[in-house]
């Protein structure tokens, strides 16, 4: 069963940066777009970064010029590099397909940025 594992959250203070990792096991990594979401408390989870199969990305307006995403197919691993952080990027960040079906959601990893 694929298993995705995001790590490297913490707190942060505005304007400071955070490399999140994420993981992925047992699926075909390179064949599949992926892509970085996020869920802050009392809001619907969205979709902050996509990078495809190919490597070409796109980001959601909040995250243009601030985030990267960048892949590692030989590690199967994701990253997402969040610079100027600002408060309103607090949330619960998880990676996933870009694509349905989605696969299972993993423990997420806790982003929080204090003003």
């Known amino acids: 069963q694929a298993q995705l594992v995001e790590s490297g959250g913490g707190l942060v203070q505005a304007g400071g940066s955070l490399r999140l990792s994420c993981a992925a096991s047992s699926i075909i990594f390179s064949s599949n777009d992926m892509g970085w979401y996020r869920q802050a408390p009392g809001k619907q989870r969205e979709l902050v970064a996509i990078i495809t199969s190919g490597g070409g990305t796109s980001y959601a307006d909040s995250a243009k010029g601030r985030f990267t995403i960048s892949r590692d197919n030989a590690k199967s691993t994701v990253y997402l590099q969040m610079n100027s952080l600002k408060p309103e990027d607090t949330a619960v960040y998880y990676c996933?397909?870009?694509?349905?079906?989605?696969?299972?959601w993993g423990q997420g990893t806790q982003v929080t940025v204090s003003s």
């Open positions: 996933n397909r870009r694509f349905a079906p989605l696969l299972s």
